[in-house]
T-cell receptor, first 113, second 113 residues
Framework: SQTIHQWPATLVQPVGSPLSLECTVE??????LYWYRQAAGRGLQLLFY??????ISSEVPQNLSASRPQDRQFILSSKKLLLSDSGFYLC????????????FGPGTRLTVL | GESVGLHLPTLSVQEGDNSIINCAYS??????FIWYKQESGKGPQFIID?????DKRQGQRVTVLLNKTVKHLSLQIAATQPGDSAVYFC????????????FGAGTQVVVTP
């Protein structure tokens, strides 16, 4: 069966510090991968998606970036965090275009102080 | 722009009663819809999905109804239990080959004893 991992689970970082969040998927090959951000009490905002190694598409302009160094690894990064980067970051995978169902990881709670 | 939205931000339900969560969509090109359940501090969990060639689909204690005429989607939960307390999101596919989904704002379901 497929599983998706995210770490760290919780992170507190000062403004201006760098960021690296990692997501890995097990049990499937060549998945589509997605990064979302969820503000408190809000819906999901798609940040990045990837259909293959090294292929990243950005949905919104921001100081975040994403990379996919391996087939089942997706990384969200920032060189300098802003207060507005605080939120709940979710990684998801799918086998699109076979199916559009996305399956989510447990998330990373990021607080920027 | 086109979006998916929910009618009720909060739904209070007595334990044992049936819950109905509603969702409106405006993208007539969407042909796939999903309901997710998100418990506090966790990633969204897939509940049930439906394709546009269907009007109704049933799972364990859950039923999704799709009314394409009025672009309305609903999730019915039978015999609501305390463990059903969560935020419920509807999502529609964007009709592209990357499996992108458009999420609604979410409905908080609170089950009272």
């Amino acid at each position: 069966s497929q599983t998706i991992h995210q770490w760290p689970a919780t992170l507190v970082q000062p403004v201006g510090s760098p960021l690296s969040l990692e997501c890995t998927v097990e049990g499937t090959s060549n998945p589509n991968l997605y990064w979302y951000r969820q503000a408190a009490g809000r819906g999901l905002q798609l940040l990045f998606y990837s259909v293959g190694i090294g292929q990243i598409s950005s949905e919104v302009p921001q100081n975040l970036s994403a990379s996919r160094p391996q087939d089942r690894q997706f990384i969200l990064s920032s060189k300098k965090l802003l207060l507005s980067d605080s939120g709940f970051y979710l990684c998801a995978w799918s086998l699109a275009p076979l199916t559009d169902t996305q399956y989510f990881g447990p998330g990373t709670r990021l607080t920027v102080l | 722009g086109e979006s998916v939205g929910l009618h009720l931000p909060t739904l209070s339900v007595q334990e044992g009663d049936n819950s109905i969560i509603n969702c409106a969509y405006s993208n007539s090109a969407s042909d796939y819809f999903i309901w997710y359940k998100q418990e506090s501090g966790k990633g969204p969990q897939f509940i049930i999905d439906i394709r546009s060639n269907m009007d109704k689909r049933q799972g364990q204690r859950v039923t999704v109804l799709l009314n394409k005429t009025v672009k309305h989607l609903s999730l019915q939960i039978a015999a609501t239990q305390p463990g059903d307390s969560a935020v419920y999101f509807c999502a529609e596919n964007m009709g592209d080959s990357w499996g992108k989904l458009q999420f609604g704002a979410g409905t908080q379901v609170v089950v009272t004893p």
